[in-house]
């Protein structure tokens, strides 16, 4: 069962979004550290806080990481 916040649609936790992006779960993490990976709300106020990925937001960003390569002729 998918949890589904009010203001931000269905939640992916973050072995479910590094699933759908084949990246690990640790790459994510070291993601939001650095500020560059997709966006994510955080449930809770400690340092502990469970991390979600909202899926729209989620795959906009994953879209936006693809690149077309032609091939070389």
């Known amino acids: ?3 589904v916040s009010k203001q931000h649609g269905e939640l992916l936790t973050p072995a479910e979004a ?3 992006c084949g990246l690990s779960t640790k790459t994510l993490a070291q993601y939001r550290c650095q500020r560059i990976g997709p966006p ?3 449930a809770g ?3 502990r806080a469970k991390v979600f990925y909202p899926r729209e ?3 906009q960003w994953h879209e936006g990481q693809l690149q ?3 091939a070389a002729d």
Do not use: D, G, P
Request: glycine content about 0%; overall charge neutral.
């Open 68 to 70: 077309l390569h032609q």
């Open 1 to 3: 069962m998918a949890l």
């Open 57 to 59: 937001s989620f795959e």
């Open 45 to 47: 106020a400690s340092i």
């Open 18 to 20: 590094s699933a759908l």
């Open 40 to 42: 994510y709300v955080k």
